[in-house]
């Protein structure tokens, strides 16, 4: 797998767990805006989610799950050229699948990747973090130890 | 919602660069309104029904010719291009994505074809089905737009559909080398044979495999009845 698909890999990660009202409230910040046609959707469907058990042995279909994708074209001020962006969500938010699919558009055009990593997606991870490790402490709290009972991978 | 992934001959990765235009604004509904439209024109031979396509076609491909591509292509169907369809990027990376349908160079290997009647090889070159399975033959999409002729070929057609027989134009036809005879040794196979669809500035009409012709007086009649 290549850098580059990585570094997607994170920054849709990033877009596809972040709230709608945070992806609204960037890109209403965002200046200056550049025109954005829907090429496709945003449109609901079902995905197939297939598995492998222990990441070894013959595939299986695990399930479907609702995905909401959208792929839209940006041109015009600040962009270079005209970019695609896509993006797929869990989930049937619309309007969070078309601007995912916004700032993935932006990050694909290299002079504003950086602006945009610092301003939109680094405050999301950062968000996530903390939601993240909130809901663990949640949990955490509700552990019971059963001391009669010895551990065996204590 | 499957990806193709991994399936597509090298001709559509090579045009990734190309950005697509977008398709149906309300892809369900003007997808349902063509395919009405398509099963209309097949159950009338001759007779033309309004067809909308998409706003933003790539150029070379055209409305009416991109209303039936995303009504009929999905990524299980294979698609034979006219050489200057297939020259055009655009044309490509637009079926690429809203179809998904895979692109070949031989004509025996389509399920549909799209092209002007010009650029069109002999019907017999494209898959006629079999005796058993007569439902794999090509379906023919023509462009016939902006077509005009004068001593235009004229035809009168018979065959289930038709109400007795109905004469019409087919200033196309001229486009293509012996069409009368082609046409009538297509519908000699039958139940094997191709379909066309001929598809106008706003409208469509077809000759499905079922329909016979046979050359009419080369002067148009003065008021063509409508069958």
Same mark, same amino acid.
């Given at each position: 797998m290549t850098d580059e698909t990585q570094q997607r890999q994170r920054w849709m990660r990033a877009l596809a767990l972040a709230e709608t009202d945070a992806l609204a409230a960037a890109w209403s910040d965002w200046t200056p805006k550049p025109e954005v046609d829907a090429i496709r959707g945003p449109e609901a469907g079902l995905v197939m989610v297939r598995s492998r058990i222990d990441a070894g042995g013959a595939k299986f279909n =695990?399930?479907? %799950?609702?995905?909401?994708?959208?792929?839209? /074209? =940006?041109?015009?001020?600040? &962009?270079?050229?005209?970019?695609l962006g896509t993006s797929y969500v869990l989930g049937t938010d619309l309007e969070h699948a078309r601007l995912a699919a916004i700032f993935d558009g932006l990050l694909a055009d290299a002079e504003l990747r950086g602006r945009v990593l610092t301003e939109v997606v680094a405050p999301l991870e950062r968000s996530q973090a903390e939601r993240d490790a909130a809901r663990r402490a949640d949990a955490k709290a509700t552990l019971v130890d059963f001391f009669t009972v010895s551990r065996e991978h204590a | 919602m499957t990806t193709t992934a991994g399936r597509a001959p090298a001709r559509l990765a090579d045009s990734g660069a190309a950005i697509p235009n977008p398709g149906f604004a309300d892809p369900t509904r003007e997808a349902q309104a063509a395919f009405r439209a398509l099963l209309d024109a097949l159950a009338h031979p001759t007779r033309s029904y309004p067809l909308a396509g998409p706003a933003q076609p790539p150029a070379a491909f055209g409305p009416g010719l991109g209303a039936v591509a995303l009504t009929v292509l999905d990524e299980d169907s294979s698609v034979w291009l006219s050489t200057p369809l297939a020259a055009d990027a655009e044309?490509? @990376?637009? &079926?690429? !994505?809203?179809?998904?349908? /895979?692109?070949?160079?031989?004509? @025996? &290997?389509?399920? !549909?074809? !799209? %092209?002007?009647? %010009?650029? =069109?090889?002999? =019907?017999?070159a494209f898959r006629l089905g079999t005796d058993e399975a007569p439902h794999l033959s090509a379906t023919l999409v023509l462009d016939v737009a902006g077509i005009t002729h004068d001593g235009a070929a004229r035809f009168t057609a018979t065959g289930p559909g038709v109400n007795g027989s109905v004469e019409f134009d087919a200033p196309w036809a001229t486009g293509i080398e012996g069409f009368g005879e082609q046409w009538a040794a297509n519908a000699a196979l039958f139940p094997r044979g191709v379909d066309l669809l001929l598809v106008e500035e706003g409208a469509l009409s077809a000759l499905p495999r079922t329909t016979r012709l046979a050359q009419a007086s080369a002067t148009p009649l003065a008021n063509a009845k409508e069958n």
């Open positions: =695990l399930g479907e %799950a609702t995905v909401t994708r959208a792929t839209v /074209r =940006l041109h015009g001020e600040p &962009l270079g050229a005209d970019v | 044309t490509v @990376a637009w &079926l690429a !994505f809203h179809t998904g349908a /895979r692109v070949v160079d031989e004509p @025996a &290997l389509a399920d !549909f074809a !799209f %092209a002007r009647p %010009a650029e =069109l090889p002999k =019907l017999d």
